[in-house]
């Protein structure tokens, strides 16, 4: 499968920006997608998850409370909702799929430029 990632750009601290991730193929029913981050300098980290079936959320605390991820399945496509975007939250953003529970995330989109000026 392959995702394609948009919505990414600029924003001013407090702001607010979507981004989609959307699946290509006809059949596609992962376990569970995720979006992710990387900031200059730093390691990857996970921002939040979803089940694909159910819709059950789970988000890095870091960004709880601010972002929401939702997705689509008649779309194949996975948002991630950002709100009163700070300055930390400029990062590289990946979504990624995990085809089943016992295996990692793989998949990856290309990523989208994030970027919050204080």
């Known amino acids: 499968v392959q995702l394609q990632v948009s919505g990414g750009g600029l924003v001013q601290a407090g702001g607010s920006l979507r981004l989609s991730c959307a699946a290509s193929g006809r059949t596609f029913s992962p376990y569970r997608m995720g979006w992710f981050r990387q900031a200059p300098g730093k390691e990857r980290e996970f921002v939040a998850g979803?089940?694909?079936?159910?819709?059950?959320?789970d988000y890095a605390i870091s960004v709880k409370g601010r972002f929401t991820i939702s997705r689509d399945r008649a779309k194949n496509t996975l948002y991630l909702q950002m709100n009163s975007l700070k300055p930390e939250d400029t990062a590289l953003y990946y979504c990624?799929?995990?085809?089943?529970?016992?295996?990692?995330?793989?998949?990856w989109g290309q990523g989208t430029l994030v970027t919050v000026s204080s």
């Open positions: 990624a799929s995990q085809v089943v529970r016992t295996t990692p995330f793989g998949s």
């Open positions: 979803i089940r694909w079936s159910s819709g059950s959320t």
